[in-house]
Every structure is written in C-alpha cells, then in structure tokens.
C-alpha cells in the first residue's frame, strides 16, 4: 500500500507532474473557451478580461507588473489595457514611484464589467462538485504554486 503523505523521490514526482501538465493544458482552454462565450459581443476580450481581473484582485498596477504577474509578453499587456481604455473599462494614472510607468486602473465601468463575469463564473464553477474539501484545493494551489516557481526561470530566457 502507497503512503500518499511521503515525499515522492525527483522521477516518481516528475511522472506525476506530467500529469498535472496533462489536465492543465486543456482545462485552460475549456475555461477560455468557456469565458469567451459568456462574453457580449461588445463585451472585453479574454485578453482585457484577463487584466481586468488582476487589476480587480490587485489594485493599479503597471504594464510590466501585469506582464510578471501574467507571465506574458509586456507589448501584450500594453494592447490589451489599450483596448480597455478605449472602452472605458481601465485609465491610465501618474505613477508617483515612477513618472514614466503610469497605473492603470479600473473605472467604474470596468469594476462593473469584471464583476458581472466573475458572477457568471463564480456560478459556472459552484457546478464543479466532486466532493472536493478545502484541503484538496489548498494542495492543489500549493502544487500548482510550486510548479510554476520552479519554471519562474523560463521567462529569465
């Protein structure tokens, strides 16, 4: 019988990883397919959806802070929150730590896009069931978290 609480050896864990990478891949893009069709018509992109969101959870942040945090290209960032200010959904403000890097941040109107699509989301998700606990998810953003450390110096390339 496996001891499922012992630390995998470096080959085991990595076969099991693979696995994780596996589900990963296409449980992204399900939800991006997901997110896309929930969209309007003249609603944000998934693109401007994506940085109305960690503009929601983090409060004005700067072009290259999004790019780090999203681990995408900043020039990506940049089209992204451009098509959002065209919208109106975020505006650029003086960054007082760095007068060449403005703050982006939300208007009323993207504070209000980006919450009526978490709602939408929010009620897509409560249909997961499969009797997870609030440990599974607390394992599953730890091994998620540690994955993606370990490839923090890819982006360094």
Do not use: W
């Amino acid at each position: 019988m496996k001891d499922i609480d012992t630390p995998l050896p470096p080959d085991a864990l990595a076969r099991r990883l693979t696995e994780v990478y596996d589900l990963v891949g296409p449980l992204y893009r399900r939800a991006q397919r997901s997110v896309e069709q929930g969209l309007t018509a003249d609603g944000p992109s998934v693109g401007v959806r994506a940085v109305l969101a960690l503009l929601h959870r983090n409060g004005p942040m700067t072009v290259p802070q999004m790019g780090r945090a999203q681990a995408i290209s900043r020039q990506f960032v940049q089209r992204m929150v451009n098509d959002g200010v065209d919208r109106g959904l975020m505006e650029s403000v003086p960054n007082p730590a760095h007068r060449r890097s403005s703050l982006i941040r939300l208007t009323d109107g993207g504070r209000a896009a980006i919450t009526d699509v978490l709602d939408q989301e929010h009620l897509l998700l409560r249909e997961v069931g499969g009797d997870l606990t609030d440990g599974d998810v607390t394992t599953c953003l730890r091994v998620l978290g540690a994955m993606l450390t370990a490839l923090d110096h890819v982006d360094d390339a």
